[in-house]
């Protein structure tokens, strides 16, 4: 395969971090990826499937004909959708709090063991939920599913980022997120073609598919080293180093290494970093830990995907055609994730987040205008063909807007900005509150759709303005800054350089004021 030298040049003559993105590196974070499809797999789970629901939510079926045929677009069976709604988010809940027990575990056991412990804890939740004969074990199924999904998020994501090279981190954290997507696109098409299996097991082989990733992430964990940050974390210099040298391909990491060094021995003087990272050093962190999961989530994006398919039946798709539909703009989510991964660390994380932004807010009110006009404050209307396509448009614009801005980038920024002593605490803590609000979304935007109507979408318009402009004001360019010196970068920024102290930098007279190009040179 072709090789690339990562030239570093900085004014004051130090060199940095030179070396080859090497076949070791690729394969070993390709692996821990492979977490990306457990989340995805189950986001597009079975729960949709008529004799899955018929079986275990009997009551849904019971009500009356007459109520559905007249309910209006905006409040359409509500009360049967929290309820199934409650069942299907309730992993929400359980990878909220199984990510901040997995935030100790990634630190002192190391980040392998957290991911190992995902596929396995993931592969038991399915197996469970698969071979269940009654709901109590599928609640117990859905608990453990929702545990090795807080575990794969809160571990992989760190790793990916410690083990990348600065020039293609964020590509390399993105294939997470590309998992995602291809995990919910097969998803979908395995509950297709199991669709027609007689005996109601359909829906048992269609759940039984997710052992596969499961597998995946759980054994081959178990044959992938630690990154050489947590080794360095937990006293194990001498292999952090050799483990780098074969990351870089390189001998001489001896600058890299020194950084690694200097912030494992902060690291080392933080004995509780979730008490630690309320300290005004950290505030930057803390903020964004917080804010960008929160502005994730009200983007839209699950009152979009949970609408898409209620929104298409009252445009007057069939079963076939919604089936096709949901199948396209799962392709959108994930073409639109490769476009990601092919800017991210040549454009920038910045334009990204505002570019994507801009046009997430734009397909919101479009798409609220459009309803508007068509359905009014009654919810009841009719659309020619035409304006059918329309709206499907606008829906694959807003996912390839999501797809490829707020969607992966929402997982990378918070991953690769935190210093050691609390990456991944801090980590933890983006991961629960992207939980907690997907939860509040997934619970209240169908009645929130009932009572603000076509206003919902505006009102997520509305947040996409804000997040933009928190974006372009208080985000600081993070690509190809080596991820034990981001302090740094936070040092230069107009707004939150008062916080970071003069001893949060590497001991390093000449880093202090320096300008570093990066640049790729095919060997």
């Known amino acids: 395969m072709a090789r690339f030298k990562r030239k570093v040049v900085i004014i004051d003559g130090v060199r940095q971090h030179e070396g080859t993105i090497t076949n070791y590196m690729l394969v070993t974070c390709t692996v821990a990826a492979m977490g990306g499809l457990i989340f995805g797999y189950d986001s597009g789970g079975v729960a949709s499937r008529a004799i899955f629901l018929k079986k275990f939510f009997p009551a849904l079926f019971s009500i009356d004909s007459d109520v559905k045929n007249h309910a209006n677009l905006y409040c359409k069976d509500v009360h049967g959708k929290q309820y199934i709604n409650l069942f299907t988010s309730s992993i929400y809940i359980a990878a909220l709090v199984a990510s901040l027990i997995a935030s100790s575990v990634t630190r002192y056991c190391g980040r392998n063991v957290s991911m190992c412990l995902a596929g396995l804890i993931y592969l038991v939740g399915v197996s469970i939920s698969a071979g269940a004969i009654n709901f109590t074990?599928?609640?117990?199924?859905?608990?453990?599913?929702?545990?090795?999904?807080g575990f794969g998020i809160q571990s992989i994501l760190i790793y990916l980022s410690e083990m990348a090279p600065p020039n293609i981190r964020g590509a390399i954290n993105q294939i997470f997120q590309l998992n995602v997507t291809v995990?919910?696109?097969?998803?979908?098409?395995?509950?297709?073609?199991?669709?027609?299996?007689?005996?109601?097991?359909?829906?048992?082989?269609?759940?039984?598919?997710?052992i596969i990733p499961a597998l995946m992430l759980g054994v081959g964990s178990l044959f992938l080293p630690n990154s050489p940050n947590s080794m360095l974390e937990r006293g194990q210099s001498d292999k952090a180093k050799e483990l780098l040298q074969k990351l870089r391909g390189d001998s001489d990491v001896d600058q890299e290494f020194q950084d690694l060094v200097f912030a494992s021995e902060v690291a080392k003087k933080v004995d509780n970093p979730w008490k630690d990272m309320m300290k005004p050093r950290y505030r930057p962190y803390l903020v964004m830990c917080i804010l960008i999961p929160f502005f994730q989530q009200f983007s839209g994006i699950n009152a979009i995907m949970f609408y898409a398919p209620l929104l298409f039946r009252a445009l007057g798709f069939?079963?076939?055609a919604l089936m096709l539909s949901s199948a396209i703009t799962g392709v959108v989510n994930a073409v639109s994730t490769c476009v990601s991964i092919a800017l991210v660390d040549s454009s920038g994380r910045r334009p990204l987040f505002i570019v994507g932004g801009i046009q997430m807010c734009i397909c919101q009110a479009a798409i609220a205008t459009f309803i508007a006009t068509k359905f009014g404050v009654s919810g009841l209307g009719a659309v020619t063909k035409s304006e059918t396509d329309l709206m499907v448009a606008l829906i694959c614009f807003y996912v390839a807007a999501f797809a490829w801005s707020w969607g992966?980038?929402?997982?990378?920024?918070?991953?690769?900005?935190?210093?050691?002593?609390?990456?991944?605490?801090a980590n933890a803590l983006n991961v629960s509150v992207n939980m907690l609000f997907t939860f509040v979304i997934a619970q209240s935007s169908f009645l929130m759709f009932c009572y603000l109507k076509f206003g919902l979408f505006y009102l997520f318009a509305g947040f996409c303005v804000i997040m933009t402009v928190f974006i372009y004001f208080f985000l600081p360019e993070t690509k190809y800054v080596p991820i034990e010196d981001m302090n740094s970068v936070w040092k230069e920024h107009w707004f939150w350089g008062k916080y970071i102290p003069d001893d949060a930098l590497p001991d390093r007279d000449a880093f202090r004021h320096l300008h570093v190009d990066y640049s790729l040179a095919r060997n």
Do not use: H
């Open 137 to 149: 074990m599928l609640v117990i199924g859905r608990m453990f599913i929702g545990v090795g999904v």
């Open 183 to 210: 995990g919910i696109v097969v998803a979908n098409y395995a509950n297709y073609l199991t669709a027609d299996i007689k005996g109601g097991w359909g829906w048992r082989v269609g759940l039984s598919i997710a």
């Open 318 to 320: 069939g079963e076939k």
């Open 408 to 425: 992966p980038l929402g997982w990378l920024v918070p991953s690769e900005i935190c210093p050691l002593e609390i990456r991944s605490a």
